[in-house]
Every structure is written in C-alpha cells, then in structure tokens.
T-cell receptor, first 115, second 111 residues
Framework: GAVVSQHPSWVICKSGTSVKIECRSL??????MFWYRQFPKQSLMLMAT?????????EQGVEKDKFLINHASLTLSTLTVTSAHPEDSSFYIC???????????FGPGTRLTVL | SQQGEEDPQALSIQEGENATMNCSYK?????LQWYRQNSGRGLVHLIL?????REKHSGRLRVTLDTSKKSSSLLITASRAADTASYFC???????????FGSGTRLSIRP
C-alpha cells in the first residue's frame, strides 16, 4: 500500500514552453501533497505544500506564478512549470500524506530537461 | 531552506564494515526521519523516530536521537554493496505536516 506515482518520469522541452507533472496517490487519499526540487548531487528542497481544495503554500523564494500547483482531488496534484528555462532543469519529486500518521510517501520523481 | 546538516558529506567503507552518518538540526522537532535515495531515483523511507524516543532499530539500521544536542545518527551495520546510496535525514514539526531535508551523505560500499 501507500504507492505514489508520477507522470511523466522524464520530459525534455524547449525553453519557453510549459510542462505539467502529475502526482497521484494510488491506494490512499492524500490530504496533503508536497513538491520538492532536487539539483544534481544536492538535497531535496521543499517548493510547496498543497492541501486538497485549497491554495498551495509556497516556500520562500519559490515563484508561485512560475510553479503552478493544483490539488483538485484527494488523489491527484499537478505541478506546472510555466515558461520553462534551462535553469529549471531538475529532478522534481512529489510526496503525499494521508490523514493518519506523519509519514510521507514519495513518488519516483520526474526529470525535467529544458533545452 | 535546509534544516539539517549531515556529516560526513561522503563516506566510503569496505563491505561488511559499519557506516555511521550524523544529522544536526536547528529548531525543535516533532520527529526525525531517515531516507535512502539511489542515484537518480525516488526516496525510500527507512525509519522514523519521535522526539520522545532516544533509539530505534530496524533490521541492520539503528537510529539515535539526542534532542538536547539537536542531533541524530544513523548506523548501518554489516554494510552491503546494495547499501550504496545517498542518505538523508528529514525533520518534522508538530505545527506543520511538512518535513525539511538535510544535506545528505553519499555512502559508497567497496566490495
């Protein structure tokens, strides 16, 4: 149980385009989902926290108009990187948390490369 | 922002030896978790220790937590080649459900 999927697993896009990444909890209802970004050989940096049906809370320094987060249902959250640039190339990881417990369940990540 | 600093940043040991990684954090926590990440992959949850616990075991893993020193350690005993990965501590808080990751330790096990 407690499986989280991400789609796509990797994406290559041209500079200036927008990319949408999906995060799904497959066998539980995720009241809260988190989005992280990880640059090579670095740690995971929390970008934002989203609760189902409400606006996401962004961490300091993360542009909410550039990284659009939607958490429309208890099993799906999406991250849209708008007008992507090469510096947005990174590994994006989501996690999901249910009602009970403190544990977050992580997705396998999406590698974004912006040319 | 990163809450935890881990040391060492990188560790290379012989297979069979024990590996110890340390994590220090800055503010009071509700719990501390350890994760493993193989290169370019997702995270695997290893163990969670609550702020009122001092030590926890899971198989070859032993985690300690010293809230007075704001530090934790992860010990992997009898290391195996498959333990080669990056290990991250992550601190959780009672006021929010988010967790903040430490800087990580890259562990390499030499055959």
């Amino acid at each position: 149980g407690a499986v989280v999927s991400q789609h796509p697993s990797w994406v290559i896009c041209k500079s200036g385009t927008s990319v949408k990444i999906e995060c799904r909890s497959l066998d539980f209802q995720a009241t809260t989902m988190f989005w992280y970004r990880q640059f090579p050989k670095q740690s995971l940096m929390l970008m934002a926290t989203s609760n189902e049906g409400s606006k996401a809370t962004y961490e300091q320094g993360v542009e909410k108009d550039k990284f659009l987060i939607n958490h429309a249902s208890l099993t799906l959250s999406t991250l849209t990187v708008t007008s992507a640039h090469p510096e947005d190339s990174s590994f994006y990881i989501c996690s999901a948390k249910g009602l009970a417990g403190n544990e977050q369940f992580f997705g396998p990540g999406t590698r974004l490369t912006v040319l | 922002s990163q809450q935890g600093e881990e040391d060492p940043q990188a560790l290379s040991i012989q297979e069979g030896e024990n590996a110890t990684m340390n994590c220090s954090y800055k503010t009071s926590i509700n719990n501390l978790q350890w994760y493993r990440q193989n290169s370019g992959r997702g995270l695997v949850h290893l163990i969670l220790i609550r702020s009122n616990e001092r030590e926890k075991h899971s198989g070859r893993l032993r985690v300690t937590l010293d809230t007075s020193k704001k530090s934790s350690s992860l010990l992997i005993t009898a290391s195996r080649a498959a333990d080669t990965a990056s290990y991250f501590c992550a601190t959780g808080y009672s006021s929010a459900s988010k967790i903040i990751f430490g800087s990580g330790t890259r562990l390499s096990i030499r055959p």
